[in-house]
């Protein structure tokens, strides 16, 4: 992991857990996201439509061996699901504002149960565009919560009615490489939210979009020699 990054979100863990730093925490983890954020729409400028949808490390173990335009649906269906859905009690801006059309997107999951050729297939058809204006919508709800919780909100459990609403709605594929996240969402608090798709996940998949940028840009200028 990004050692700084890395540092920063060790920090933000520590500085949520006491009452007293609980609003340095999560000015701390907005300004993570916020330099997180630029390295999403930096690679919007960097790369082509095709270069999204591209997987040079197909047949690697990790997230890398994925496509970046799979990792950004993946973290932000993930992200709006478990900040409306679960934290919030609102409506999904994905179903909102019919991002599903607007996108072009043939799931409305979170992709987990997707594999090799398939993440190829069914990403390679996305509007670029629309998935970065989708981006943008859940970034600006979840920072708009973010800065209206107190250290009280984040010991909240995940109620069973939000279990029942979340497993209605179908966002989660029943594929034994999904179906697992609604246990691990629901049995944590919004704290256990917080630290893990809200910051660590972002972090994760974000380095692998860089290794796979990386990637994508060595083969280019091989084949400009």
């Known amino acids: 992991m990004n050692k700084e990054w ?12 006491k009452k007293e730093s609980f609003d340095e925490g999560i000015a701390t983890l907005l300004l993570l996201r916020k ?22 490390f197909k047949n690697a173990n990790g997230y890398h061996s994925k496509s970046i335009a799979y990792s950004l649906w993946h973290i932000f269906r993930i992200e ?22 607007l996108i072009r997107s043939p799931i409305i999951t979170t992709g987990n149960e997707l594999k090799g050729d398939e993440i190829a297939e069914f990403f390679g058809k996305l509007n670029i565009d629309e998935l970065y204006n989708y ?24 109620s069973d009615d939000k279990k029942k609403e979340l497993t209605s709605l179908d966002v989660v594929s029943k594929s034994e490489d999904a179906y697992w996240l609604i246990d691990y969402w629901c049995g944590k608090d919004v704290k256990g939210l917080i630290q893990m798709p809200l910051s ?8 692998a979009c860089m290794r796979i940028r990386d990637k994508i840009i060595s083969i280019k200028g091989k084949e400009k020699i």
Request: avoid cysteine; charge should be positive.
């Open 200 to 207: 660590r996940h972002w972090i994760m998949h974000i380095e």
């Open 6 to 17: 890395s540092e920063i979100n060790k920090t933000i863990q520590l500085q949520l857990k």
């Open 135 to 158: 981006i943008r919508d859940v970034d600006t709800v979840t920072r708009d919560i973010l800065k209206s919780m107190s250290y009280e909100d984040i010991k909240v459990k995940i």
């Open 35 to 56: 330099n997180l954020m630029k390295q999403i729409l930096e690679f919007r400028k960097e790369l082509s439509e095709k270069d999204f949808s591209a997987i040079p």
């Open 80 to 101: 709006d699901i478990v900040v409306n859905t679960l934290i919030a009690g609102k409506k999904q801006v994905f179903f909102e504002k019919d991002y599903k059309n």
